[in-house]
C-alpha cells in the first residue's frame, strides 16, 4: 500500500503531498466516514473547514474576526462574562489551527454588531452544541437551502426593524431548525490541524 501511495503521489509538491496525507490521516478517524456512503459529505466538510481556515488571516484584517478585547469594548463584556458566554456555548472562538488566529482568541465581530439581537445570536450559538468554531462559523454566515438561499445571519438582522414576538419567534425557530440539520449532517469530531 505504501509502495502504491508513493508511486500515486510521485511528482506532488511538498506542501501537496501534506495536504493530502493530512487530509487521509483526517478522514480515517472520522467514525462512520470510511467505506460508507459518509465519505463524499466528510470529505467536503473537511475541505470546507480547511477554506475557512486558511482564510483566518483575511477575516481578521477586515474585521469580521476580532480579538476578547475588542469584542469586550464593542459589546460592553466584562473578560468573566464573556468566559461565561463562552462556557455557555452562547459565544463561540474560532480554533488555534486557523490561520492567524495561533495565541489569541477571536470571535466573530457579528456577537457585537448592532444589527443583531444578542439572545438571538446565542441561541443559534447553544444550538449548534459542541461544534467547533469555524464550523459554526460557517453555518451562521453560508447561505442554507432550508433557509431559502440565505444566511442565518440574514435573517436574525433586526435591520431597524420591529417583526413583533411572532416574527422574531418564527425567524428563530427557523435558523434553528437549520441549525439542528447542520448538526446532523457535519462529522461528529472536531478538526485539529
Known sequence: MAKAFKEATKGLARSDLASITEYLHWITTQPGC???K????CATEFRLDRAMGRR???LIDDGTLITATELGLRAGFTEARLLRLVHERKIFTMPHWVDGVFGDDYYPAFFADSQYDPARLAAVSKGLLSIDGVRKFRFFTTEHVDLGNQTPLKILATNGEQDGAVGYGQKL???L???KEFRRRV???RLSL
Not at 459518509?38 to 459529505?41: D, E, I, M, N
Open 173 to 175: 425557530e427557523q435558523v
Open 177 to 179: 431548525l437549520a441549525a
Open 38 to 41: 459518509l465519505t463524499q459529505a
Open 187 to 189: 462529522p461528529k469530531t
Open 56 to 58: 483566518g488571516r483575511e
Open 34 to 36: 470510511v467505506g460508507s
